[in-house]
Structure formats: structure tokens, C-alpha cells
């Protein structure tokens, strides 16, 4: 068990044990897919954001992020997380010249974004609707990172943003 003093009673045990695992055993991490749980940010429920300890959830990624410095990583949560605290969207990314396409995004989600930079990551982020690959209609946000010194090289000139 990996309840040491600089984790936070409030973390869920499960996210925990996953981040001791990949910080203490593996050496290199080359890409990190995370996700946390949706009801922080949900349009249902109590809509607490980071107020709920199961929205702090994403610190595990950041902590992850700084202590290993993967190539990459991908943060998947409900497309709400875009606009809680103050933010509003019509129609988010449509326009590939656009990639805010009319959005505004809130409080939570920029401090989440900001906080991924100061990892040393450039992001990029849109939010996709799975009705085009599957039979249901479930919106869903779908954060990038690539560290900034891989981006730097790229030998084609493309920029982060073409990966959408």
C-alpha cells in the first residue's frame, strides 16, 4: 500500500496505488492515458468540480506528469468540464480554423490546462461526440499533451493543434 504522508487522505485508494506502481517500478513512461471520474463535473449531480475529492483526481496525473516526464499523454473526462466555473459553449470545436469554435472555457478547466503547461507540455484539446464510431450520443473532452522539447522537433512543421 503507498499511503504515505504527501498523498491525500481524499484520494481515491485505486488512483493511488496506480501512481506508486508507475513511479516506483517503471523507469520510462512513454505515454500516460488518463481518466478520472465524470460526476465532479457532470451536468448530473451535485456539480461540485474540484471541490469534490473525486475532481482533485487529476493531481495524480500533474504529479505523474513532473516525476516522470513522459513523450505524451491523454486526459479524458465529460465534455462539461470545458465550461464549469464559467464557462459557456455552443458549438466547441467545429471549425478546424477555430479550435475554441464559439467556446468559453470556465475556471476549472483553464487552471487544469495552465497546469499541464507548467509540466512542460504544449495541450491542445477538443471535444468529441462518440455517435461518429458508436451508436450512442456521448460527449466527452479529450486533453493532448506532448512535452514541449518533443513538439519543438517535429520534422514535419505540424503543429500540436493537427492532431484533431
Not at 15 to 20: E, G, H, N, Q, R
Not at 96 to 110: M, Q, S, Y
Not at 123 to 138: A, C, D, F, G
Request: net charge positive; proline share 5%.
Amino acid at each position: 500500500m503507498c499511503l504515505r504522508p504527501d498523498f491525500p487522505v481524499s484520494l481515491d485508494a485505486r488512483a493511488c496505488l496506480f501512481s506508486c506502481v508507475l513511479l516506483t517500478t517503471l523507469s520510462i513512461v512513454p505515454f500516460v492515458c488518463s481518466a478520472i471520474a465524470g460526476q465532479s463535473f457532470s451536468n448530473r449531480g451535485e456539480q461540485k468540480g474540484l471541490d469534490d475529492p473525486r475532481g482533485q483526481l487529476y493531481l495524480e496525473l500533474l504529479r505523474i506528469l513532473r516525476a516522470r516526464q513522459p513523450a505524451s499523454f491523454l486526459f479524458e473526462n465529460v465534455a462539461r468540464l470545458v465550461t464549469i466555473d464559467g464557462g459557456r459553449r455552443s458549438s466547441c470545436n467545429t471549425d478546424p480554423l477555430d479550435p475554441l469554435g464559439g467556446c468559453v472555457v470556465g475556471a476549472t478547466f483553464a487552471l487544469m490546462l495552465e497546469r499541464f503547461a507548467a509540466c512542460g507540455y504544449a495541450v491542445t484539446w477538443r471535444v468529441l461526440n462518440s455517435r461518429h464510431w458508436l451508436p450512442q450520443m456521448r460527449e466527452r473532452v479529450y486533453i493532448v499533451g506532448i512535452r514541449t522539447d518533443l513538439v519543438a522537433r517535429d520534422p514535419g512543421g505540424r503543429g500540436i493543434n493537427d492532431l484533431f
